[in-house]
């Protein structure tokens, strides 16, 4: 989570200097309240954003799936979730040392913070893959169902996936991703594709959507997950400012290109669509919010409508409805922006540069292997966790739910 630069300045430091000279590091108060507040308001992303943005008037069972979906990720992740994804371990996998969130470090390698304020963080991160999931499928699937369906997914699918880009072997590849576009968006998105596959049914009867729901909905998405992107900085620092900054341009573009799209094609715009293109430019430059410059965030956030687009035209050929929402306003649009944003990292359009040895096409195919690598994942764990629960719970929703 930390930026690119951060980390090599922290190899460097550990590797070519001798022990007595480094200077020490201890937890700044300044950059843990910093962490800690932004994390606690980037929960009003989750509940209550997400639930009226995908609910848009349902709040009985997208609230139902939602809450107890969350309640029991949060249970999970405490429990075992954070040890396995960021513990000591393998590059797959961590280990049970950190379970129950014991064994806590006072200070997380090359920050300022202690572990217990990143955990409080990670938790959010986790939080906001199981929401999305939860939100955009609650109306089609069964509550009964999708709450202990939450809860495996989380430990089968987001935290191998957290390990993975992060501490893990994608990591090692070169992958980079600022604030988890890869484990939460996209795992998240493809989940909820292959649930409404697995789904293939609609709630009987029609069901009445209020535009004034998605509209307040993304309003709280794009406050909170601008908080959350200043919070995967680790700190109040410039690395957040920047951060902010990018994702608050890249969905005003999305906004305008969105805009420009729905003109196009049907001659009006509606309050529903900037909603959607203000959430769907936040999920393109989530990867590279700390890397590229104002440019291009825009760029990102354009290209993420333009994807977006793309996505619905294919999801509504399958007619599998709103239940695979989050794959074309989450999941589509995070994908486009993780392998693309090394391109605005360029110096000539507007971004700080690489580090010496690393270039564009090297990083795009890091980036590439890393979205197919968790895509992959997403998908066969989502089937794997769907069929489990759904032996001792049916998946679909019916009349009297």
């Not at 980079?176 to 594709?193: E, N």
């Not at 573009?253 to 509606?270: D, F, K, L, N």
């Not at 929402?325 to 540069?353: D, E, I, Q, S, Y």
């Not at 564009?360 to 994942?377: R, Y």
Request: hydrophobic share 60%; charged share 10%; glycine share 14%.
């Amino acid at each position: 989570m930390r930026t690119l630069r951060a980390v090599l300045t922290t190899g460097i430091a550990l590797t070519a200097a001798p022990a007595l000279a480094q200077p020490m590091i201890v937890a700044d108060s300044g950059d843990s309240a910093w962490v800690m507040a932004t994390s606690i308001l980037a929960l009003v992303a989750i509940l209550p954003g997400l639930a009226l943005f995908h609910g848009r008037g349902r709040a009985g069972p997208t609230g139902f799936a939602l809450f107890g979906g969350i309640a029991v990720a949060s249970l999970l992740f405490a429990g075992i979730g954070y040890s396995l994804a960021f513990g000591a371990g393998s590059p797959y996998l961590g280990g049970v040392g950190n379970a129950m969130l014991g064994n806590m470090s006072e200070l997380i390698d090359g920050a300022t913070i202690s572990e217990s304020v990143y955990a409080v963080f990670e938790m959010v991160a986790a939080l906001f893959a199981v929401g999305i999931l939860c939100a955009s499928v609650g109306e089609k699937a069964r509550p009964a169902w999708l709450v202990p369906f939450s809860g495996l997914w989380l430990l089968i699918a987001y935290v191998p996936l957290a390990r993975w880009v992060w501490p893990g072997w994608l990591g090692d590849l070169g992958t980079i991703d600022f604030a988890g576009a890869m484990p939460i968006q996209i795992a998240a998105g493809v989940a909820s594709l292959v649930v409404a596959l697995l789904l293939r049914a609609t709630v009987p009867g029609d069901v009445q959507h209020d535009s004034r729901f998605a509209v307040a909905g993304a309003a709280m998405i794009w406050v909170g997950f601008l908080a959350f992107i200043g919070a995967a900085a680790l700190g109040g620092s410039d690395d957040a400012a920047t951060a902010i900054l990018n994702a608050h341009l890249a969905a005003s573009a999305a906004i305008v290109t969105g805009m420009m799209i729905e003109r196009g094609q049907s001659g009006a715009v509606s309050v529903y669509g900037i909603a959607n293109n203000a959430v769907i430019g936040l999920a393109a430059v989530t990867a590279g919010a700390g890397f590229v410059g104002a440019g291009g965030a825009m760029a990102l956030g354009a290209i993420g409508a333009l994807v977006s687009v793309l996505a619905g035209l294919l999801v509504r050929r399958t007619r599998l409805g709103s239940a695979a929402g989050a794959f074309t306003l989450h999941g589509a649009p995070a994908m486009a922006g993780a392998v693309l944003f090394p391109l605005f990292v360029l110096p000539v359009l507007g971004g700080p540069g690489f580090d010496e040895g690393t270039g564009v096409v090297t990083q795009i195919a890091a980036q590439a292997i890393a979205v197919l690598a968790v895509t992959l994942w997403a998908a066969v764990a989502t089937v794997l966790a769907a069929l489990t629960v759904s032996v001792v719970a049916p998946m679909r929703m019916t009349r009297g739910d």
